[in-house]
């Protein structure tokens, strides 16, 4: 029987999962909220705000959808899987307690420390004082976290002292009564990806990837949510994924268990890959973005029965296909991304898409009938080949045919894959 689904979210990450999810023989009517241009040339976009969450249930009752897919953690952490299974509606994604791998770094780095998962060294503070006698005592390089969801912009990597009480400085300035910050070792290796789907029980490795998250070439200039991205991580060898399972994964998973909130929905773990192994810089809760657009390009297996498995059964026995050629993403961002952007600026009619090459849509709005930039990062130029120079060179032949002027991009993505 067709399914029908419900997919939230309205960025690059989704416009990739609603493309595969359009792909599957299984999928009934796909619907997407709010979507974006991009999505809609593959799914029902509808005017549904997912912080409303008795509007959600409303909407999956009157059109019998048989899977939600959450793309973004907000709605995660904010609880909207465990309303929609409260409700008896079938949801890919964490319970708000599951999401707090995300939600809270010391939820995660208390974990860390009771299951023995590789992590760098930390101490959680609630006052400002004493966090700077600790990073006093400590010396520099070290680094600052607040807690709490933070669009990739909580993290200070600090290389003296002064930088680091600054940051915890600016944690508390805004004098709430329940900021805490994370005070954390200065790991230093290269840095991969590793996505896992999740049933609750098992853990199954789902691809690997490498992001970039400096907006500028040479991986200079402020973080951003992601520049860019390649799949598979050249770092993350068999060997390597197995130890990343075996030191990591797992041991969270039955942490997760044992504490009664079972993690369905995908875990993506930021690792760095150290001199003693493999150490856990964060969990995010949900497809990266933009490494959901390089796995949804190799995935070969039907994505939709695979999400419904995960939200619903047992992963045990079910096995992805993968494509062995390599994917590449290039971010379109707004001039001025991170900080502040222009809306509305005009996208000239976007290039034809060759095999294996797809622009996938980011924050784009349709103005008029016209597509206008309407948000940060914009727009993906996403292509895959046999290997990754030509992967590389099809993605930024993309991007040179996109007539976009106010938009930029790095002019490096995947380099350190191609040597
Ligand atoms: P996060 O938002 O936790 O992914 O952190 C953003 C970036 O900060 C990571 O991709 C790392 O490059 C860096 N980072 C975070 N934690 C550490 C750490 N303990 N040591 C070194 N770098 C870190
Ligand atoms: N690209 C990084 C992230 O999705 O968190």
């Not at 953690?73 to 995300?102: H, I, K, M, N, Y």
């Not at 060294?121 to 700077?132: I, L, T, V």
């Not at 046999?386 to 099809?394: G, P, S, T, Y």
Request: glycine share 12%; charged share 25%; proline share 6%.
């Amino acid at each position: 029987m067709a399914l029908d689904v419900l997919l939230i979210g309205s960025g690059g990450r989704e416009h990739a999962l609603a493309w595969k999810l359009r792909q599957s023989p299984e999928l009934g009517r796909l619907f997407a909220a709010p979507g974006n241009p991009g999505i809609a040339s593959v799914a029902d976009c509808v005017a549904l705000d997912p912080a409303d969450q008795s509007a959600v249930v409303a909407f999956c009752r009157e059109n019998a959808i048989g899977l939600v897919v959450v793309g973004p953690e907000v709605p995660l952490v904010a609880g909207l899987a465990d309303t929609l299974r409260d409700a008896g509606v079938a949801v890919f994604g964490p319970s708000a307690a599951a999401a707090q791998l995300e939600g809270s770094k010391g939820f995660t780095k208390d974990l860390c420390a009771r299951k023995s998962i590789p992590t760098a060294r930390y101490r959680r503070f609630k006052d400002a004082a004493e966090a700077k006698a600790y990073i006093e005592a400590e010396g520099a390089p070290i680094v600052v976290k607040a807690d709490g969801l933070a669009a990739g912009k909580g993290v200070t990597v600090a290389a003296t002292v002064e930088e680091a009480t600054r940051a915890v400085a600016d944690c508390f300035a805004g004098g709430e009564a329940d900021v805490e910050v994370v005070v954390e070792e200065c790991m230093t290796g290269p840095e991969a990806s590793l996505f896992c789907l999740c049933d609750g029980d098992m853990a199954l490795p789902f691809g690997t990837a490498e992001d970039h998250k400096r907006a500028y070439d040479g991986d200079r200039g402020p973080n951003t949510g992601g520049m860019g991205a390649y799949s598979p991580s050249g770092l993350m060898t068999p060997e390597m994924t197995e130890r990343a399972m075996r030191e990591i994964v797992r041991p969270t998973l039955e942490g997760m268990r044992e504490m009664g909130t079972p993690f369905r929905g995908v875990l993506y773990a930021g690792l760095m890959l150290t001199a003693y192994g493999p150490k856990l810089i964060e969990y995010n809760v949900r497809f990266g973005d933009p490494e959901a657009q390089v796995l949804m390009m190799r995935l070969e297996s039907d994505l939709l029965p695979i999400l419904h498995t995960a939200a619903t059964g047992s992963l045990s026995g079910v096995e992805p296909r993968w494509s062995p050629d390599p994917a590449v993403t290039v971010v379109l961002a707004a001039n001025g991304y991170p900080g502040a952007v222009t809306k509305g600026t005009p996208i000239g009619a976007l290039p034809a898409e060759g095999e294996g090459e797809i622009v996938f849509h980011a924050g784009t709005a349709l103005r008029d009938g016209a597509l206008v930039a309407n948000g940060g990062r914009v727009l993906n130029a996403t292509a895959r080949d046999a290997d990754v120079k030509r992967a590389i060179a099809k993605a930024y032949a993309l991007v040179d045919r996109i007539d976009w002027p106010d938009g930029f991009c790095r002019r490096d993505i995947a380099h350190r894959a191609a040597g």
